[in-house]
């Protein structure tokens, strides 16, 4: 991420960073300057503002003239599914891809790609095909796309909607998963091989609310993939709202939980119905999300005008059909001007490896932690490495490492402030969720090389403040 230095009114916050290249960063949040555009207002915090672009529609002067001006990431709304990259088995055609691609490079923007693998928009002869023809042919598909466009893709979709609505937490029945369970990490492996350099996404809708029996599954598949290397670096929350399927009040949650798996968030293909200030303010609450979750790294609107979306009987985009700017447009401008500006100051390199960046909008963290050791041949360490501190509650990441011998187990025990009530936690196994609280290890994460370590989190109601903890090996 580049991140560029501004003139600041005043400085907020001061966060330090060491990386794990031995690299020092100071970030520095401030009070971000009014920028006018989406674009431009999204980047002051190092985040990206996006939107859906239909080829048919470049020859229009209007649409164009805002999507350059407005925009700095471009998906392709139907041009790079399946049936239009590959029509007949074997035959790819890219015409109408490229033509977006070109434009959207020609003007400094990035191109988010849309989709390798999905059970819908498949051409006639995929949908007749089974087995291990068809996941060889995914899997083909996948490489020669993602070949393709390598060096030129910020992202990529590779799967897209693989879940089942309602309450199951199923896979969703489809050709591809007849092929066996393992189709999406296979089509992950697929991607990673043939572009490296992309971030590889998850992309599924009803994942908004963090109760719904879909986002925790997709969630467990996630956290699966990240525990067995499973190459995966993004979920992307398409957030289609309408008032069947509103903005849920734990979006930011959802937002936050999936983050702390270790993956970015992209909120890939807003759109949400209605008019008025009742729409502008459920935009803002998505943005305003967005920017209170460090790893939420941008926001892609499915459409420029009302009239160009999917759903355009709901009116749930930015620009009316006159592309004008309407109410929604400015509440989400406000609120992306809103956020703490994030720019590098210092930078110490101690080695030439590449240093992560990392945008910082929380505006409150109150943290401290310590550490301690002991008992069994070597001991262990545990530290806080990771916490965002929101108004109500925060989630913090725990990192448990080994001594200078290898452990068998461990147990973190953490010593929770007054008001404070554990509601959610992952890769340990806990007792209590007030006063002292203990962690210990579930059966994959127990065994720690020397001077190894593993993470695992939690999320609480209150305020952290100073959080002390004692980790126990065997
Ligand atoms: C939609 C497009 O907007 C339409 O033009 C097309 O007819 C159908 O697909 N989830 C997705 C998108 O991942 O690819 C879909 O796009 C909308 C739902």
Not at 155 to 165: Q, R, S, Y
Request: with cysteine; hydrophobic share 35%; charged share 15%.
């Amino acid at each position: 991420m580049k991140l560029t230095a501004r003139s600041v009114s005043r400085a907020a916050l001061v966060t330090a960073l060491v990386a794990a290249t031995g690299s020092a960063v100071v970030l520095t949040a401030t009070t971000a300057s009014a920028a006018s555009t989406l674009g431009a207002s999204a980047a002051q915090s190092g985040r990206y503002f996006g939107t859906a672009v239909a080829g048919g529609r470049l020859g229009d002067s209007t649409y164009v003239g805002i999507l350059n001006r407005e925009f700095n990431m471009v998906t392709a709304e139907n041009e790079m599914k399946i049936d239009a990259t590959e029509p007949q088995q074997g035959r790819f055609t890219y015409t109408n891809a490229d033509r977006i691609v070109n434009h959207a490079r020609g003007q400094g923007m990035r191109v988010r790609g849309h989709t390798l693998a999905w059970h819908s928009q498949q051409p006639a002869w995929m949908q007749s095909m089974s087995g291990s023809a068809l996941r060889q042919a995914m899997l083909n598909h996948v490489t020669q796309v993602a070949t393709y466009y390598r060096g030129k893709i910020y992202a990529w979709d590779v799967v897209n909607e693989a879940f089942a609505d309602g309450s199951t937490g199923a896979r969703r029945d489809s050709n591809l998963q007849r092929t066996g369970n393992d189709w999406i990490e296979a089509a992950f492996r697929a991607a990673r091989a043939a572009d490296p350099g992309a971030k590889l996404c998850y992309n599924d809708y009803n994942t908004d609310d963090w109760t719904h029996a879909k986002t925790q599954a997709v969630y467990r598949m996630v956290q699966d993939f990240k525990q067995r290397g499973v190459p995966i670096d993004c979920v992307g929350l398409q957030s289609h709202f309408n008032s069947q399927s509103p903005v849920p009040s734990n979006y930011q949650t959802t937002l936050q939980n999936f983050a702390n798996l270790g993956v970015d968030v992209q909120i890939t293909e807003l759109d949400i119905e209605g008019s008025g200030t009742a729409q502008a303010q459920n935009y803002e609450r998505v943005v305003k999300a967005c920017l209170a979750v460090t790893r939420c790294t941008g926001i892609t609107v499915w459409g420029i005008r009302d009239s160009d979306s999917w759903r355009s009987y709901g009116t749930p985009l930015l620009f009316d059909n006159n592309g004008n700017k309407k109410a929604a447009y400015t509440s989400v401008l406000n609120a992306l001007n809103a956020a703490p500006t994030t720019s590098t100051t210092t930078t110490t390199t101690t080695t030439s490896s590449t240093t992560t960046t990392t945008s910082t909008t929380t505006t409150t963290t109150s943290t401290t932690t310590t550490t301690s050791t002991t008992q069994g041949p070597a001991g262990c360490s545990a530290s806080v490495s990771a916490l965002d501190q929101w108004s109500s509650g925060f989630v913090a990441t725990i990192k448990v490492t080994a001594g200078s011998a290898a452990v068998n187990g461990w147990s973190a025990s953490l010593a929770l402030p007054p008001g404070v009530t554990i509601v959610n936690s992952w890769n340990s196994e806990r007792s209590g969720s007030t006063g002292t609280v203990t962690f210990g290890n579930v059966a994959y994460n127990g065994g720690l090389p020397a001077g190894g370590s593993t993470e695992f989190g939690f999320q609480a109601n209150g305020t952290a403040g100073a959080l002390s903890l004692t980790c126990t090996s065997r």
